[in-house]
Structures are given as structure tokens and as C-alpha cells.
């Protein structure tokens, strides 16, 4: 191989990252773990598990899984001396109990999905805005939602930022 072609191929191969480079930063964000995260929405959902619906929900969600904890132990211990008759009606209980626990703590996530739904919808035109600020300012050329993503390294998020700027427009 010529020195000339050799000179040429190692030249291109420095030049080829500065080009892709120039098109602009590629960066990933969570858009739904940015405005969770403002302080906007933490006061939001903090207000609604102090309401009266979700305290009540989360009160019996407790008692229920109390009283799951404790049919566990007592089968683990009495599991070797009970009938066959004994288990299946016991595994029965436990099946009910923890059908139970799983239908209040549906309740309480759907609760605070709902709140976070509505916070997203609420805050979509401010975030556009942090958004676009960011694309400009961090001359980003690619911006990846964080979920369609398979690995991105921590230095491609721009999730916190986009929170530090939701909470600056929210406090003005």
C-alpha cells in the first residue's frame, strides 16, 4: 500500500467522527420521568395521597398486606402437620388475600396515573418549549425518547435538565 493512499485512509478516518458530528450531539430524554421529577408534580401527587380517597385506599392496601404476611407465616409453619384438604383451602385464602391486596394497589396506581397523565398533558407546551431551548442551546442534532432506546450511557441524558428548566418555568 502507497504512503499517499495510507495518508489519505488514515486522514478520512479522523475526519469521518468530525463530520458526523457536525450534523449535531445525539442525546436521549425521559419525558415522563422529567416532568414526575419537576416540583410541580411532586406537590401535585403528594396532594393526592393526602386526599381522603387515596389515604383510605392505601390504609386498607397495609391491613390487607398485614394480613397476608401473617397467612404466609402461619402456612410456612403449619404447611408440614396440615391434611392435603388443609393446604388447598389455606392456598385458597392466600390466593383470595392477595387477589384482594392486588385490586387496592391498582386502585392507588391508577390514581397516581391518572395525576401524572394530567400533569403531562398540562405541562406538554412548556416542555416543548424546554425542549427546543435545549436542541438549540446544546446544539443537538438527534433526540431520542429514552423508551426507545435499547442502551444509551448516562452523558446522552438530558432528562435532568429538562426537569432543572421545567422547574425554573414553573417558579417564574
Do not use: C
Not at 67 to 87: N, T
Not at 91 to 113: N, P, T
Not at 139 to 157: F, K, P, T
Amino acid at each position: 500500500m502507497s504512503n499517499v493512499f495510507k495518508a489519505v485512509l488514515i486522514t478520512a478516518a479522523l475526519l469521518l467522527p468530525s463530520i458526523g458530528w457536525a450534523q449535531g450531539k445525539i442525546a436521549v430524554v425521559n419525558l415522563e420521568q422529567a416532568i414526575l421529577q419537576t416540583d410541580h408534580a411532586q406537590k401535585r401527587l403528594s396532594a393526592e395521597r393526602n386526599s381522603d380517597a387515596y389515604k383510605s385506599d392505601k390504609s386498607e392496601f397495609d391491613r390487607l398486606k398485614d394480613e397476608l404476611d401473617k397467612m404466609v407465616q402461619d402456612f410456612q409453619k403449619d404447611v408440614a402437620v396440615m391434611s392435603q384438604d388443609q393446604q388447598l383451602a389455606a392456598r385458597r385464602r392466600l390466593a383470595s388475600k392477595q387477589a384482594d391486596l392486588e385490586h387496592v394497589a391498582g386502585k392507588l396506581q391508577q390514581a397516581e396515573q391518572e395525576v401524572g397523565q394530567l400533569l403531562l398533558q398540562e405541562m406538554s407546551a412548556k416542555v416543548q418549549e424546554v425542549l427546543q431551548e435545549l436542541i438549540t442551546t446544546e446544539g443537538i442534532g438527534l433526540l431520542l425518547q429514552r423508551g426507545s432506546v435499547i442502551h444509551a450511557d448516562a452523558g446522552y441524558s438530558i432528562t435532568a435538565k429538562v426537569t432543572d428548566k421545567l422547574n425554573q418555568a414553573f417558579t417564574e
